[in-house]
């Protein structure tokens, strides 16, 4: 089993910065990939971002390209989303996820809130 819990949501006008971490525990070892998920009311959940645990391949929805970093500190079990230039509808609850060597994201944390204002 894998934990995850994210941390650094909250409210922001527009043009600000946020960093969201999400810190793993659990068997972590068998994470070999997580992804930042985030989900507006009314619309689908989508993936903005991922990244692999033993490679620096990263995945970046078009939406967030140039404007998110994500990455991952191996030492802290920990992985990070910075967000700058946010938008209005940046506005969602983010979760991280974690693919335990299935190809399918099989954990997810409890998500934080993050809001953008105009």
């Known amino acids: 089993q894998v934990q995850l819990v994210e941390s650094g949501g909250g409210l922001v006008q527009a043009g600000g910065s946020l960093r969201l971490s999400c810190a793993a525990s659990?068997?972590?070892?068998?994470?070999?990939?997580t992804g930042w998920f985030r989900q507006a009311p009314g619309k689908e959940r989508e993936l903005v971002a991922a990244i692999k645990w033993t490679h620096d391949n990263t995945y970046y929805a078009d939406s967030v390209k140039g404007r998110f970093t994500i990455s991952r500190d191996n030492a802290k079990n920990t992985v990070y989303l910075e967000m700058n230039s946010l938008k209005p509808e940046d506005t969602a609850v983010y979760y991280c996820?974690?693919?335990?060597?299935?190809?399918?994201?099989?954990?997810w944390g409890q998500g934080t809130q993050v809001t953008v204002s105009s």
């Open positions: 996820a974690a693919d335990p060597g299935t190809f399918d994201y099989d954990y």
């Open positions: 659990g068997r972590t070892s068998s994470i070999i990939a």
